[in-house]
């Protein structure tokens, strides 16, 4: 089971950031993206919001790193490490600007971008942009084809849709991988049947453990439905976890012990049917992060 993290600093909705954050920048992000690409971390996730209304930006805050800037700028710092955007709401954007910029970004990492895609909640969002915030999940769904057009092979995709067509148009570099994995993200009904049938894995959007079992089973239902074939790749967000026994609050839901104790509890994902699981460590600093990210590189993924 492959793991991967959601990085601190380049989002910070009061839901997860830690209070050092709020001091945080680049360098802290340098040096968090090259400790998890030393312990096997199987990619760095970045978010996407391009503005946050006065409503939400108490709860939200207005912090919100663009994605493929900050994974090209993380790219350059790192080896082996994959960078997935989680998630880009690629229906604020025209399909041939987004996959301009990901082939790039998967053109100058040398093949290790994930285009992780959601639908977005943020209504102000949408009608700054001039998107139709009703009709995001039908815009995605087109998104989704357009985009499989735009990041494939050819130097002069193809895309003939209700919403968006183009031909004739040639984009070069082109990806390095043939095809770019992408990934849906969100757990309404109408996610999961996109990433059932659309997608080349699934992003949940919070979902607990006991809610897992029933979201993977009505994604293989689909599948089969469907004939899809192919690799496909369920993903879970864990638990905050604080490996060792931490002497401070780190929160009732945090998981917490030694490795063998949480290696065992972050195993039953795997028995669900779960690939890969994204991790959150808590924390008080840079350093303590990344002591935490090492630990659970050297210690906790052997047991995975």
């Not at 991967?4 to 380049?10: D, F, K, N, S, Y």
């Not at 108490?58 to 994605?67: L, N």
């Not at 992003?203 to 089969?224: N, S, T, V, Y």
């Amino acid at each position: 089971m492959r793991y991967g993290i959601q990085l601190p600093v380049q989002s910070q909705s009061t839901l997860y950031a830690e209070a050092w954050e709020a001091e945080a920048g680049p360098d802290d992000l340098l040096e968090i993206a090259r400790a998890a690409d030393r312990a096997g971390f199987d990619y760095l996730a970045c978010c996407d919001h391009v503005g946050i209304p006065r409503r939400l930006a108490a709860a939200m805050s207005t912090v919100w790193y663009d994605p493929v800037a900050t994974l090209a700028f993380l790219a350059a710092a790192t080896e082996r490490v994959r960078l997935l955007s989680h998630v880009a709401i690629v229906g604020l954007r025209h399909p041939l600007l987004t996959a301009k910029q990901y082939a790039t970004l998967d053109h100058l990492s040398g093949g290790r971008l994930i285009l992780g895609v959601g639908a977005g909640h943020v209504q102000e969002e949408f009608e700054a942009l001039g998107v139709d915030f009703r009709r995001r999940g039908a815009v995605l769904d087109e998104c989704v084809d357009a985009l499989r057009a735009a990041l494939g092979p050819e130097e002069f995709p193809e895309h003939h849709g209700k919403l968006y067509a183009f031909e004739g148009l040639g984009q070069r570099p082109r990806p390095v991988q043939d095809p770019v994995p992408l990934w849906v993200g969100g757990s309404s009904p109408a996610a999961v049947r996109r990433a059932a049938l659309k997608g080349d894995g699934w992003l949940p959007q919070g979902d607990p453990r006991d809610r897992l079992p029933g979201q993977l089973a009505r994604i293989r239902e689909l599948r089969e439905q469907a004939g899809a074939r192919g690799p496909f790749t369920v993903g879970a967000i864990a638990e905050p976890l604080y490996v060792g026994t931490p002497r401070w609050d780190v929160g009732r839901r945090t998981l917490t012990g030694g490795p063998r104790e949480l290696a065992e509890s972050l195993r039953a994902y795997r028995a669900m049917g779960v690939h890969q699981i994204q991790v959150r460590f808590r924390s008080r600093s840079r350093g303590e992060l990344t002591d935490q990210i090492a630990a659970f590189g050297a210690e906790i993924a052997p047991e995975l």
